[in-house]
T-cell receptor, first 110, second 118 residues
Framework: RKEVEQDPGPFNVPEGATVAFNCTYSNSASQSFFWYRQDCRKEPKLLMS???SGNEDGRFTAQLNRASQYISLLIRDSKLSDSATYLC???????????FGAGTRLFVKA | DTEVTQTPKHLVMGMTNKKSLKCEQHMGHRAMYWYKQKAKKPPELMFV???????INESVPSRFSPECPNSSLLNLHLHALQPEDSALYLC?????????????????FGPGTRLTVL
């Protein structure tokens, strides 16, 4: 079993749709949690950090459930420009070891 | 300045060549990372430097040799690579790590060097 697992995707949604990505992690030593997006042949870009209290940035909402070892990302009112691969990222206590989930590909269509 | 720069953008090398990848950041970050990313796969951590000291080596073959000359620079020296080492090599930096959480561990990536080994 992989240490960080994501929905396999791809997700194909129309513009304006709400889409949710899920991620689970297996190591209880995990300390910090992030969502990154990566466009084709580009570097990953930080979308948002994820906190136990939940956090929101415009159309994006991230949640962390430490008890269930589960992270989520909700995108509301999807735009064509949201089409990308979304990567769930976990770092261990001590902050050094960083593990990426396999990523979930999102296609937003007009 | 929130940019991480990497040179070269593209590199083609033979299996007997020696080359180096370079990474630079001017954000005052104290942790720097090397990742390898194959097509349609997520980045895989190779090395981590914290305060210019090697903190993590993820069992990377010795044909990859990292170097951190100062807190802003990170190099990856390549020697006797194999064709399967062809990949996108990404550098990242973060403000801090080692016991902290949250935004201190946010990593910012450079655009990568696309390496082809013939």
């Amino acid at each position: 079993r992989k240490e960080v697992e994501q929905d396999p995707g791809p997700f194909n949604v129309p513009e304006g749709a709400t889409v949710a990505f899920n991620c689970t992690y297996s190591n209880s030593a995990s300390q910090s949690f992030f969502w990154y997006r990566q466009d084709c042949r580009k570097e990953p870009k930080l979308l948002m950090s994820v906190y136990s209290s939940g956090n929101e940035d415009g159309r994006f909402t991230a949640q962390l459930n430490r008890a269930s070892q589960y992270i989520s990302l909700l995108i509301r009112d999807s735009k064509l420009s949201d089409s990308a691969t979304y990567l769930c990222v976990v770092t261990h206590t001590g902050g050094f070891k960083t593990i990426f989930g396999a990523g979930t590909r999102l296609f937003v269509k007009a | 300045d929130t940019e991480v720069t990497q040179t070269p953008k593209h590199l083609v090398m033979g299996m007997t060549n020696k080359k180096s990848l370079k990474c630079e950041q001017h954000m005052g970050h104290r942790a720097m990372y090397w990742y390898k990313q194959k097509a349609k796969k997520p980045p895989e951590l190779m090395f981590v430097y914290s305060y210019e000291k090697l903190s993590i080596n993820e069992s990377v073959p010795s044909r990859f040799s990292p170097e951190c000359p100062n807190s802003s620079l990170l190099n990856l020296h390549l020697h006797a690579l194999q064709p399967e080492d062809s990949a996108l090599y990404l550098c990242a930096s973060s403000q801090d790590l080692g016991g902290t959480s949250g935004s201190f561990n946010e990593q910012f990536f450079g655009p990568g060097t696309r390496l082809t080994v013939l």
